[in-house]
């Protein structure tokens, strides 16, 4: 399969799980560092997360995003931002 494009697709969060109040938490007493996690997701190159080939019988061979990918998306040292 080839790249239709070469254009970046920044990552986006669809959806949040807040185990504990974590996003609550991070909101009201720790905002900078919610702006600088949603900058950090912001700044992953959502192409380069699709990488999945789908085994299901009607989504077989479509490419899905890999959790894996998007782990390895973010930078490790989130201290630059």
């Given at each position: 399969?080839?790249?239709?494009?070469?254009?970046?697709?920044?990552?986006?969060?669809?959806?949040?799980?807040?185990?504990?109040?974590?996003?609550?938490?991070?909101?009201?007493?720790?905002?900078?560092?919610?702006?600088?996690?949603?900058?950090v997701i912001k700044n992953a190159d959502?192409?380069?997360?699709r990488t999945k080939v789908s085994k299901?019988?009607?989504?077989?061979?479509?490419?899905?995003?890999?959790?894996?990918e998007m782990n390895l998306a973010y930078?490790?040292?989130?201290?630059?931002?």
């Amino acid at each position: 399969m080839g790249v239709i494009d070469d254009r970046v697709v920044p990552l986006k969060i669809a959806t949040y799980y807040s185990h504990l109040n974590g996003l609550e938490f991070l909101l009201v007493h720790k905002p900078v560092l919610w702006k600088q996690i949603k900058s950090v997701i912001k700044n992953a190159d959502a192409t380069l997360c699709r990488t999945k080939v789908s085994k299901e019988i009607r989504t077989h061979g479509n490419l899905l995003y890999s959790p894996v990918e998007m782990n390895l998306a973010y930078p490790l040292d989130t201290h630059t931002h």
